[in-house]
């Protein structure tokens, strides 16, 4: 049975002891700066609060990085030292430096990280990509996300996060745009040059851009755009490819949720009911199924720390020089 340490207790922390019982792994140790936290949290597996980190991953076989992005070099580098293998939540990093620092680490001490990129393991995603690779829309031309709702700035709670911690905040361009840049990314190509704009709407907290748009072109030659927003009172969503013989797309009537493929081809086009429910979990439990299955046969994760940073750089073009005073460093 493989053992795990996650260090950081908050929210996605329960997500991820959650599917990693589910796969079988053993939540042996919790770390948290809260301890409180650590204890609730390893209590409700069966595992050990912990604040002796060293002994810790010494134990395990992974160790998952939970904590605020900005938070996260030097628990990277003990596990890497101790030829542990991580899983690291997106956006992987707050800072480029921290970011460069990730990717040396892994890369020296040759250690399969991986970037929590959930929405590559959703089942709408899988479908879409298995339509794109199958060659049904041809050449992708234009790529897009819009997902917009009542998230933070709109009537979502902030309370008692990082997120509110005027220190440690990163907005909508680099925490949550990280998704769809790596959605986006997956499915098109890489992104070459980009440009866009951010808007936050919480008073008493500035450096947090709840509202972000983005204009992409891709080294394919084609084009996107992505726009989200947390102050948007209707919650909306639809992502998708456009490509010369055709476009898929998945919609629905939440900031997450697919309930809609939508596929249109010069041969036929259709419409299929789903259920894809982000807050159901598949993508958590896919994302780790796929991260034990590398550890076990010595592979490197689908989305590494290269593709981490290179998110994270497009998420920097995206704020422009915007970020001083916009982004805690
Ligand atoms: N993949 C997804 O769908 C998804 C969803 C939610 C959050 N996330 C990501 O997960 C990360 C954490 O988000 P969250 O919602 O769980 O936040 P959270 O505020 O709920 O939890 C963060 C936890 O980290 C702890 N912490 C802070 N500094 C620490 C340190 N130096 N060492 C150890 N612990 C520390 C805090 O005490 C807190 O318990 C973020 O990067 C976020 O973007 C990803």
Redesign the pocket.
């Known amino acids: 049975m493989l053992n795990a340490l996650l260090?950081?207790?908050?929210?996605?922390?329960w997500r991820h002891a959650e599917s990693l019982t589910k796969l079988g792994v053993s939540i042996t140790y919790v770390?948290?700066?809260?301890t409180e936290?650590a204890k609730q949290l390893a209590e409700a597996y069966h595992g050990q609060a912990t604040e002796n980190l060293e002994a810790a991953i010494a134990e395990v076989q992974l160790v998952y990085i939970?904590?605020?992005?900005s938070?996260r070099v030097k628990y990277v580098e003990m596990a890497v030292k101790a030829r542990k293998a991580v899983f690291i939540?997106?956006?992987m990093a707050a800072t480029l430096e921290d970011a460069e620092e990730i990717v040396r680490l892994c890369e020296n001490h040759r250690i399969p990280c991986m970037v929590?990129f959930?929405q590559r393991f959703r089942p709408g995603y899988q479908i879409m990509q298995k339509i794109i690779r199958a060659g049904e829309i041809g050449e992708i031309t234009q790529a897009v996300s819009l997902r917009i709702g009542p998230g933070p700035g709109f009537k979502g709670s902030l309370a008692d996060?990082?997120?509110t911690d005027k220190n440690l905040v990163c907005g909508m361009a680099i925490?949550s745009l990280s998704h769809d840049i790596d959605f986006l990314q997956s499915l098109a190509g890489n992104i070459t040059e980009v440009c866009g704009a951010v808007k936050g709407t919480i008073e008493e907290l500035p450096a947090f851009d709840n509202n972000a748009d983005a204009l992409l072109k891709f080294e394919s030659g084609a084009i996107g755009t992505i726009t989200a927003s947390w102050s948007s009172a209707a919650a909306y969503n639809i992502k998708g490819v456009i490509g010369e013989k055709g476009s898929v797309f998945l919609q629905g009537d939440d900031i997450w949720d697919s309930t809609r493929l939508i596929v249109a081809t010069k041969e036929k086009a259709y419409e299929e009911e789903l259920k894809d429910i982000f807050n159901e979990g598949t993508?958590y439990l896919e994302e780790s199924r796929h991260f034990i299955e590398c550890v076990r046969m010595g592979r490197m994760p689908v989305c590494g720390v290269r593709t981490g940073k290179k998110v994270l750089e497009i998420s920097y073009q995206i704020l422009g020089n915007k970020t001083e005073g916009q982004t805690a460093k």
């Open positions: 260090i950081g207790a908050g929210g996605i922390a770390y948290d700066i809260q936290r939970l904590t605020p992005p938070k939540e997106k956006p929590g959930t996060s990082w997120r925490e993508g």
